[in-house]
């Protein structure tokens, strides 16, 4: 199942326009979940680099379900492997939620 979602995730166009949509509208690629870029930590290296992840459960789209674009969420890879790393599934708002700042304490939002 994981592996399913895994490789439905790499499907590459749609998250080409994913990332050239947030590109437009941000003027760099950030974790949705806690803004880490990779440009800004990696340099030229991590240029146009961060993983998408769907927002929707891939049993609701079928064999041949469609994806649109605002059902993913450009995220890093730290995230990435949290939202995945047990069941259920966090959403990119449980995992905002979930999220402790840098000072140790829980962000309020
Ligand atoms: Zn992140
Ligand atoms: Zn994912």
């Not at 994981?2 to 439905?8: F, G, L, P, Y």
Request: with cysteine; net charge positive; hydrophobic share 35%.
């Amino acid at each position: 199942m994981t592996r399913v979602h895994v490789s439905r995730e790499r499907n590459s166009t749609l998250v080409k326009k994913k990332k050239a949509v947030a590109l437009r509208q941000h003027g760099c690629l950030a974790c949705e979940v806690c803004g880490f870029d990779f440009l800004q930590t990696y340099g030229e290296r991590g240029r146009e680099f961060i993983e998408c992840h769907h927002t929707l459960p891939i049993s609701s789209l079928g064999e041949h379900g469609k994806t649109n674009l605002k059902d993913l969420a450009l995220v890093c890879s730290n995230c990435h492997r949290m939202i995945h790393a047990r069941r259920p599934w966090w959403s990119i708002d449980d995992a905002k939620a979930a999220l402790i700042g840098a000072n140790g304490s829980r962000a309020q939002s």
